[in-house]
């Protein structure tokens, strides 16, 4: 049971640079949602999405991009990637219900140089 | 706007000792609070999950109380090893839409 599962798990790009942070999850869980953490501050909510086809901004959504055209995959785009960029990405899940929990990925440490 | 203070930042206890992290919110109308632990360079796990119609939910050595009219969760651990050194964040959702609000975190140190 692989949980979620994020790739890569590290990168550096130069500015200006696209990418894609790859998200996928085998626990057939509706909602799905990307997270950036920042040293000294709470994670933040980039995009989520509540099933396939469905997708919403979260606090901090400029500079990304997100399609959820499964369930089980929700990449995170960055369109041009910029240092304020850096930072650690977090892929999460959850089932429909108020009673399930998140569930995780491990992380991509990105750097913008 | 909700926000989601966790106090201290950062805890030194030795071996043994039983131990309670502090989490504070400023709106009560939330769905659900959750505490996380994160180790360094790794992701997130779930540690306890406590429901708005819940008082506290136990797991092992752990022990996670609310109070929405406080606006307070705690997280309290028994006889503290090592190995429970990490990071511990509180998120709430304030609806059932995926949309957790995240303290910044209790780094947690026990010294052996």
């Known amino acids: 049971n692989a949980g979620v599962t994020q790739t890569p798990k590290f990168q550096v790009l130069k500015t200006g640079q696209s990418m894609t942070l790859q998200c996928a999850q085998d626990?057939?869980?509706?909602?799905m949602s990307w997270y950036r953490q920042d040293p000294g501050m709470g994670l933040r909510l980039i995009h989520y999405?509540?099933?396939?086809?469905?997708?919403d901004q979260g606090e901090v959504p400029n500079g990304y991009n997100v399609s959820r055209s499964t369930t089980e995959d929700f990449p995170l785009r960055l369109l041009s990637a910029a240092p304020s960029q850096t930072s650690v990405y977090f892929c999460?899940?959850?089932?429909?219900?108020?009673?399930?929990?998140?569930?995780f990925g491990q992380g991509t440490r990105l750097t913008v140089v | 706007k909700q926000e989601v203070t966790q106090i201290p930042a950062a805890l030194s206890v030795p071996e043994g000792e039983n131990l309670v992290l502090n989490c504070s919110f400023t709106d009560s109308a939330i769905y659900n609070l959750q505490w996380f632990r994160q180790d360094p360079g790794k992701g997130l796990t779930s540690l306890l999950l406590?429901?708005?119609s819940q008082r506290e939910q136990t797991s092992g050595r752990l022990n996670a109380s609310l109070d929405k009219s406080s606006g307070r969760s705690t997280l309290y651990i028994a006889a503290s090893q090592p190995g429970d050194s990490a990071t511990y964040l509180c998120a709430l959702s304030r609806d059932s839409n995926y949309q957790l609000i995240w303290g910044a975190g209790t780094k947690l140190i026990i010294k052996p």
């Open positions: 406590i429901q708005s």
């Open positions: 999460a899940s959850r089932g429909r219900f108020d009673f399930t929990e998140a569930f």
């Open positions: 999405s509540v099933g396939a086809g469905i997708t």
């Open positions: 626990m057939n869980h509706e909602y």
